[in-house]
Antibody
Framework: QVQLKETGPGLVQPTQTLSITCTVSGFSLTSYYMQWVRQTPGKGLEWMGFIRSGGSTEYNSEFKSRLSISRDTSKNQVFLKMNSLKTEDTGVYYC??????????WGQGVMVTVSS | DVVMTQTPVSLSVSLGGQVSISCRSSQSLVHNNGNTYLSWYLQKPGQSPQLLIYKVSNRFSGISDRFSGSGSGTDFTLKISRVEPDDLGVYYCGQGTQYPFTFGSGTKLEIK
């Protein structure tokens, strides 16, 4: 069955870089888009961007200057890297599978706290 | 960006009752290909969102027929009939028609 699981640090210091890995099973990354969505107290659910099945990316301009999404298809993993973190970036980060504008499966999410 | 406005913010319903949640978009959600990428999600307490309805009115795999979606253009509705205890949580609408994809702010369903 389709499964997605995020792993990452629980605590990141302001100005530092956040790195999260999403490991998937039950489907191929070369057949689906994979996106990152975060949920913060201030803004609720926010779509951050995705990596297409072919490997190209699309980012929300809100994050474009500091966000990078990549993948390793041999390991069934998708990566999020975001730099220059601020306290407002505190929240739960989800990876999710996208099928033609439909976000059908979500990971359990990883809580990230930005604090010194 | 497309702004998704959900109403009400919260509602309380008795078991077995029926509720409707409204979602309005600031722009038409009809894609160039003719599809309307409006979805509904339920986030149960302590869990990630789960897909209920996609493309306005299509129930996702395993979703009860107590959930139904309708609407077009910019106005959409989710109806839940014969409400059960497991239906409690926060309901979100989301659009996948235009980048960046956006979500509503949620409607919290409580059971009386």
């Amino acid at each position: 069955q389709v499964q997605l699981k995020e792993t990452g640090p629980g605590l990141v210091q302001p100005t530092q870089t956040l790195s999260i890995t999403c490991t998937v099973s039950g489907f191929s990354l070369t057949s689906y888009y994979m996106q990152w969505v975060r949920q913060t107290p201030g803004k609720g659910l926010e779509w951050m961007g995705f990596i297409r099945s072919g490997g190209s990316t699309e980012y929300n301009s809100e994050f474009k200057s500091r966000l990078s999404i990549s993948r390793d298809t041999s390991k069934n993993q998708v990566f999020l890297k975001m730099n220059s973190l601020k306290t407002e970036d505190t929240g739960v980060y989800y990876c999710a599978r996208e099928t033609r504008g439909i976000t059908d499966y979500w990971g359990q999410g990883v809580m990230v706290t930005v604090s010194s | 960006d497309v702004v998704m406005t959900q109403t009400p913010v919260s509602l309380s319903v008795s078991l077995g009752g029926q509720v409707s949640i409204s979602c309005r978009s600031s722009q038409s959600l009809v894609h160039n290909n003719g599809n309307t990428y409006l979805s509904w999600y339920l986030q149960k307490p302590g869990q990630s969102p789960q897909l209920l309805i996609y493309k306005v009115s299509n129930r996702f795999s395993g979703i009860s027929d107590r959930f139904s979606g309708s609407g077009s253009g910019t106005d959409f509705t989710l109806k839940i009939s014969r409400v059960e205890p497991d239906d409690l949580g926060v309901y979100y609408c989301g659009q996948g028609t235009q980048y960046p994809f956006t979500f509503g702010s949620g409607t919290k369903l409580e059971i009386k």
